[in-house]
């Protein structure tokens, strides 16, 4: 069956570090994968898209890879910051929807 | 900017109510979906509409029911609510069917069923 796999345990990072962040699926050949943010109680946001033809893309201290023989992504945030805590989802396209991880916890501390 | 309005922000319903909660996308988009995140959960894919018309379904129980007007809003309605309801709605937004590009997110409506 098909499974969007991110570490379930929080990564918990110094300020000023890069923090990086997993995501792996099984049985998926998506076009395209996505990072949004979520805040707690509140909608995710969409952070980057990245689609199957592009290895790597970057936005202001924000770059996600995309290795589809690897089937994984990674998201990193360079020079983190305490307001980039938050849980960092990554969203796959399957089968016309966009299908969610469970998510990462994110916390950087001062 | 506008962004997706839904309402209420919160509910609080008792079994085997009916509730009934409503989306509005951002203006000129033409597709909404609806999403069910449980505590600690990701968010769980419902439904969708493209242009008024049903576009996908997801893990939605046949209690529920969804539609899309002519202006574009949307209503989710829940029936004979079960404890195992509560939870975060969210709607979200797109143009051009949102797959290939970014979802809008509205700020949700936390359900509780007592």
């Known amino acids: 069956s098909q499974k969007i796999e991110q570490n379930s345990e929080a990564l918990n990072i110094q300020e000023g570090k890069t923090a990086t962040l997993t995501c792996n699926y099984t049985?998926?050949?998506?076009?395209?994968l996505q990072w949004y943010r979520q805040d707690p109680g509140r909608g995710p946001v969409f952070l980057l898209l990245?689609?199957?033809?592009?290895k790597e893309k970057r936005k202001e201290r924000l770059k996600v890879t995309f290795d589809t023989t690897l089937k994984q992504s990674l998201f990193h945030i360079t020079a983190s910051q305490p307001a980039d805590s938050a849980t960092y989802l990554c969203?796959?396209?399957?089968?016309?929807?966009?299908?969610f991880g469970t998510g990462t916890r994110l916390l950087v501390s001062p | 900017a506008a962004g997706v309005i839904q309402s209420p922000r919160h509910l609080i319903k008792e079994k085997r109510e009916t509730a009934t909660l409503k989306c509005y996308p951002i203006?000129?988009?033409?597709?909404v979906y609806w999403y069910q995140q449980g505590p600690g959960q990701d968010p769980q894919f419902l439904i969708s509409?493209?242009?008024?018309?049903?576009?996908d379904k997801g893990s939605i129980p046949d209690r529920f029911s969804a539609q899309q007007f002519s202006d574009y809003h949307s209503e989710l309605n829940m029936s004979s609510l079960e404890l195992g309801d509560s939870a975060l709605y969210f709607c979200?937004?797109?143009?051009?069917?949102?797959?290939?590009?970014?979802?809008?997110f509205g700020p949700g409506t936390r359900l509780t069923v007592t």
């Open positions: 979200a937004s797109s143009s051009d069917r949102g797959i290939s590009y970014e979802q809008y």
């Open positions: 049985n998926y050949s998506p076009a395209y």
């Open positions: 990245i689609r199957e033809n592009e």
């Open positions: 969203a796959l396209e399957g089968f016309q929807k966009l299908v």
């Open positions: 203006p000129r988009h033409d597709t």
């Open positions: 509409f493209y242009e008024k018309m049903q576009s």
